[in-house]
């Protein structure tokens, strides 16, 4: 299941390594993973000044045990 974060820009956040590892972190304590899930694509908005990072989210042991 493909799911996204958005990251808001400031002063701090001007590098895309800085975006994509922020992005990597939100999305590995969003699903309680052990390991950053892959992002897929991130890609900038520049109407909002945002950027979208796209990752796959991977089932749970708990789900593959009970489902």
Same mark, same amino acid.
């Given at each position: 299941?493909? $799911?996204?974060?958005?990251?808001?820009?400031?002063?701090? $956040?001007?590098?895309?390594?800085?975006?994509? +590892? %922020?992005?990597?972190?939100?999305a590995r304590k969003r699903e309680r993973a052990n390991?950053?899930?892959? %992002?897929?694509? @991130?890609?900038?908005?520049?109407? @909002? +000044? %945002?950027? *979208? +990072?796209?990752?796959? +989210?991977?089932?749970?042991? *708990? $789900? $593959?045990?009970?489902?």
């Amino acid at each position: 299941m493909l $799911k996204a974060i958005v990251v808001l820009l400031d002063q701090k $956040k001007k590098e895309i390594g800085e975006i994509l +590892a %922020i992005s990597r972190s939100e999305a590995r304590k969003r699903e309680r993973a052990n390991q950053n899930p892959p %992002i897929l694509a @991130l890609k900038f908005v520049p109407e @909002l +000044a %945002i950027y *979208v +990072a796209i990752y796959e +989210a991977q089932e749970s042991e *708990v $789900k $593959k045990q009970s489902g």
